[in-house]
Structure formats: structure tokens, C-alpha cells
């Protein structure tokens, strides 16, 4: 019995062994034929760590950290130089992986050249972004604000986060398409949804795979949007224009220096990119910065001020809000960079170095990829002290330097609808905290919290004050260094 015993000992012992041998072996060979043609020297300037598996690379060593109670452990031993590769647009091109350029469009911001990067983001970005057009969306905003606050009334409890990407949903297809069919928009809004689920997804393209349900999603998109294209120019051809311009219409008309317009591809492709960005950063962020601003009741009521003493001084022959009373939410403002600080909506992004270049003495030679981890950045203790606290008050008397600020990126890659989203969440904002008063209690469970706000008021006018009453659930899915993370119900 003994005998058996140990020879069984002895197979375990052999066949562990084997394995670490085939793993180590599987792992070296991998490094070998990333290495080979690099030569010793070369070699020896590489930056520190390993390739990992075959195919996988270290995707579960990465895995394993984000869902730990620390996720930035795996990114906390690489090199962090984020400004000087996103600012050298000699040495670095957008690196995105397969999944993300497939399904946004290779046409689109980060599928395309430097040269054709500025002159799509010249022709593309005052329409969206500048003054006079964020001026011109204010008031359809306001209004959509409003109307989703009556809607979200009558409704008694909402999924929160999913009523707040509908309705960030609804105001860009309104800006971009003109679009307020509400069977379309839902229609869009949930192939949008799989088309978001796929994009960092690894490009298996196999029956239930989320990437292959994403490329189903971009060609009901890309067939939706060239539909509409066809039936414009149709109608252009006849002479028939619209009262109110919207993107398409941009977007079809606009012409560069030389007089070339956008092709169909790259206006559907600049489309699918702005929707989607239109319909997840703006919700998710508006969502974590009433989360912040319930958990903290001593900046929830200075923002509340701050909203009322702008409600107040609206004169009594202006309807709504303006340019102007944005302009004076100076510490909603703050509450908002600092919602960006700590949430970090896009937390990475990626670059391909188009010749060997260095980093901090390290070698990353050409057709190699850089992981930019925003979240070192937005978190960088020695910029921010206490950086997982939440507080407004530090950005008092503060600007951060160039690329120690990233939550819409930085250089000629800043995301191109910036101002557009903080314009979206500021009006949002102001009439979520208006007269709201609020408090947390359980509701049979310790991971529930139920966020009472019994008496939102605005005035949509002088002369005309409405309330509603709505409840807001919210579920904790994981704690991270004393920041939980809900998953709204």
C-alpha cells in the first residue's frame, strides 16, 4: 500500500513537472518569435516583462488583477510615460485592437492616418463642438432633460443607468440624424448596446461571441445610416431642403481646402463612431456623478446652491437656460472634472509605434503597441493627494498640467465631443439637484441603497414650476480601495 501510495506521488510529482516544462516552453517560444529578428542588442533595451502565452498574451494575469480589490496592480510595474507617446504623433499611430477598429469603421478617428485624422477632425469638429453649435443644442438638451424627468416620474422606479444612456442617446440622434421617432431610437439604442459590448472584445467571430454580435450590430447600423443618406440625397437632388440642418447634413455638405466632400463610407463611419460615444461616456458619467454627489451631502448641497443662485438669476423674460448660466456653474464644473478624474470612462487606449522609438531609455520597436492606462494618470497621487477621495474642492486655484489630466485624452486625439458631453451632464445636473432633497436607506439588504428624491423641482420658466418624485436603485457589485461600484437596477 505504501508503494502505491508513493508511486502515485510520484506520477503527480512527474506529470507537474511536464506541465511546468510544456508552459515554460510554450511561453519562451512565444518571447522567441516576438524577439528574433531584433538582435542581442536591441534585445537587451527592451522594456522589463515577459510576452506571455501563445495568443492570450497576459490577458488573464490582467483579468485576475481587475477583479481584485487592487486593479491597477498589473499596470503599476510597466513604465508610465502616457503624455509623450500620446503627444508624438511622429513615432506613434493609433494602435486599437482588430475588434475596436472592425466595428467603429476603419474610416473613422482611430482607424485613419495623422493627415486624415486633421482633416476629418478640421471638417467635423465646429459642428459638434464649437461655440455657436453647442449654443444652438442647448435648448433641445434643456428640453429633453426635462421631458425625461416628467417621463422618469411617471414611471416610479428606473434602471437608472439604462434610463440615462437613452436619454443621452436621444439628444445625439437629434443632433446628428433629427431623429425623435422613439421606435427608432430604442431600435438603435439596443444595437448600439451590442456594438458597444463587442469593442474590446477579443475578434472571435462565432456564434455567441460578443464580437460577432457587434458585427451584426455595425451592419444594421451601416445599412440604417446609408438608408438615410440615399433618401437625402434624393431629396437634394429635387431641390427639397430641410428647415434645420443637423450632422448628416454637415457632414454631406462640408468641403476641405482642395473642395473634396466626405465619401459615404467615411460620413456613416464618423456617425457610427460619434453615436457611440454619444450613447455610453455621457450616461456613465452623469450616472457616478449623482452616485458621488448622494454620498457626499456636504458637496451635494454647495452644488445645489450654486444652482439656485444661478435659478435666480435668470431674468424673468428668458426661457430656460443659456450659454451664460453654464458658464457660471463653477463648481458643478468641478464636481464634473472630478466625476472624470476618478471614473475614468476611458480608462485606455492604444498606439503602434511607426519606427523604433524609445521610452524612458526603453526600446519599443516599430509595428510594437503601447497600453495607455489613463488611470495611472488620473490617479497619480503626487498630482492629486488622496487621489480616491472624491472632492471638488481640489480643483480651487488648480490646472493640471498638460498630460496629467486625461479623461478625453490629449493632443491631436482629444476626444472630439468633449464639450458637447459636459454640456449634456451640466444641464442634467443643474435640474437633477434643483429642490432635491435626499437620503439613503436600506431596503432588506446591505448591498441596496435606495436614493429618495421626493421633490425635484425646476422651472422650465418664471411661470411654471413642476415636480416629480422617482425612486433610484442601485446594486454594489465590488468594492475598489473604498470606491464602490455599482451596477444601477
Known sequence: ?????????????????????????????????????LGA???????????????????????RAFKSSDPDSFIASFIRRCKQVLMDDDHFAPGWPKATNELIGKKSFIGITQAEHKR?????????????????????????????????????????????RRFTFRIIMKIFLSSENEAVMESLEKVYTDLNYGMRAMAINIPGFAYHRALKARKKLVAVFQSILDERRVMRRKKLFPAHKDMMDALMEV??????????????????????????????????????????????????????????????????????????MEYLSKVIDETLRIVNISFVSFRQATEDTYVNGYLIPKGWKVQLWYRSVNLDPHIYPDPKNFNPSRWDHFTPKAGSFLPFGLGSRLCPGNELAKLEISVFLHYFVLGSQEKTHTAGCDTCLILDLPTIAWQKSQSSTRSLQMKLRCQEMIAIDGIRIYRMM
Open 120 to 164: 476629418l477632425r478640421r471638417l467635423t469638429a465646429n459642428p459638434v463642438n464649437g461655440y455657436e453649435a453647442l449654443n444652438t443644442y442647448l435648448q433641445f438638451i434643456e428640453n429633453t432633460v426635462i421631458s425625461t424627468l416628467e417621463r422618469w416620474a411617471r414611471m416610479g422606479q428606473i434602471e437608472f443607468l439604462t434610463e440615462l
Open 255 to 328: 468641403e476641405d481646402d482642395k473642395g473634396r466632400r466626405l465619401d459615404d463610407e467615411e460620413i456613416i463611419d464618423v456617425l457610427i463612431m460619434y453615436l457611440n460615444a454619444g450613447h455610453e461616456s455621457s450616461g456613465h458619467i452623469t450616472m457616478w456623478a449623482t452616485v458621488f454627489l448622494q454620498e457626499n451631502p456636504d458637496i451635494f448641497e454647495k452644488t445645489k446652491l450654486e444652482q439656485e443662485e444661478i435659478q435666480r438669476s435668470i431674468p424673468p423674460t428668458q426661457k430656460g437656460l443659456t450659454m451664460k448660466e453654464i458658464r457660471k
Open 41 to 63: 542588442g536591441r534585445r537587451g533595451r527592451l522594456p522589463p516583462g515577459d510576452m506571455g502565452w501563445p495568443v492570450i498574451g497576459n490577458m488573464w494575469a490582467f483579468l
Open 1 to 37: 500500500m505504501m508503494e502505491g501510495a508513493s508511486g502515485l506521488v510520484v506520477a503527480v510529482a512527474v506529470a507537474v513537472a511536464v506541465l511546468a516544462a510544456v508552459c515554460g516552453g510554450a511561453r519562451r517560444a512565444h518571447e522567441w518569435a516576438w524577439e528574433r529578428g
